[in-house]
């Protein structure tokens, strides 16, 4: 009865070994800023912005910040993951939440918006993320209700498609990175159990 609670134990233990890690920050451009400069994306504009994740990353969301008239909220934007500039397929992602932040001195009104994927996104290294074709509740992509992504000026390399480099967009990516172990780290770890186990037994027989 003991060996098999045991047998239990160790199976339990490297089932947890192999558990991704919870979801959490991969990169982050740093805060916004909300009084220098925004850029548009939407009405033929695109922005596209680097990033940097761990290997085996998972993106499972994209959170960034933008002016607006006021009431005038994202509901979804095409965006782009690809290894260049504005590289990459694009798909229509919609917004899960839209959070007013504050009211600029040019009479703009901040939000955060938060995009969720329908399906994980796998990644490694670097990339970029592109934004174009932004649409509100007001209309998509016809310049009457624009939205500008906000410039802050982080550590990302930016573009925009008609001008070229820009300073930098204010934008997080969420998701976890596969914890997986090596295989010979399961094998050498499994093996120390099972030694562990033996010994025990021979005690419990004397």
Known sequence: MRTASFSLLT?????????????????????YNGTTDAWAIDYGSAVSDSFTVLFDSEITGFHMV??????????SVDMAFGATSFGGFYNA?????????????????????????????????????????????????????PIYWDENSGRSLAFENTLG?????????????????EPSSILLFGSGILGLAGVLRWRLNI
Do not use: H, K
């Open 93 to 145: 992602y919609g917004v899960s939440n839209n959070t007013f932040l504050t009211t600029n001195q040019f009479g703009f009104a901040l939000y955060q918006a938060d995009l969720l994927f329908i399906s994980y996104l796998p990644w490694s290294d670097r990339g970029y993320v592109s934004l174009q074709n932004a649409c509100t509740i007001g209309g998509c992509s016809d310049g009457e209700f």
């Open 66 to 75: 933008y002016w607006t008239a006021a009431g005038n909220v994202l509901t």
């Open 11 to 31: 199976i339990l233990c490297l089932m947890l070994a192999v558990d991704p890690a919870m979801a959490d920050t991969l990169y982050d451009n740093g805060p």
């Open 165 to 181: 480099s820009i300073p930098s967009e204010a934008f997080t990516l969420t998701g976890f990175v596969e914890m997986t172990p």
